[in-house]
């Protein structure tokens, strides 16, 4: 049984920066797409940044390129978000996300994801 689960979510003022965690379990195969979305209220689920495990590839959402960063502990079995430089309008809830296939594609869009974790909430003060 797949499961995901996210944590690290917090509170932190504007320009701070946090680590969310994202620890996968259940797989058969190392090779899967790992990403994190976002959802503030009111709010479509947004895509933040996607890692390849098999190639290290990454891809970010324009809105967090140079302040996010994505990446892997194979012996954990866990993908990281480092945020920093956060901004108010990064408050959301965040998921970790992932699908079990070698290619990830060009794009990055929650109908491309199977396996969802629960969300953790980030909040931004000003």
């Known amino acids: 049984q797949v499961q995901l689960a996210e944590s690290g979510g917090g509170s932190v003022q504007a320009g701070g920066s946090l680590r969310l965690s994202c620890a996968a379990s259940g797989f058969s195969d190392s090779r ?3 990403a994190w979305f976002r959802q503030a209220p009111g709010k479509e689920r ?7 495990t098999s190639t290290y590839q990454r891809y970010y959402a324009d809105s967090v390129k140079g302040r996010f960063t994505i990446s892997q502990d194979d012996a954990r079995n866990t993908v990281y978000l480092q945020m920093t430089n956060l901004k108010p309008e990064d408050t959301a809830k965040y998921y970790c996300a992932s699908e079990p296939r070698a290619n990830c594609g060009t794009r990055l869009s929650v109908d491309q994801y199977t396996y969802w974790g629960q969300g953790t909430q980030v909040t931004v003060s000003s």
């Open 46 to 52: 947004e895509p933040v940044a996607r890692l390849t």
């Open 32 to 34: 899967r797409c790992m």
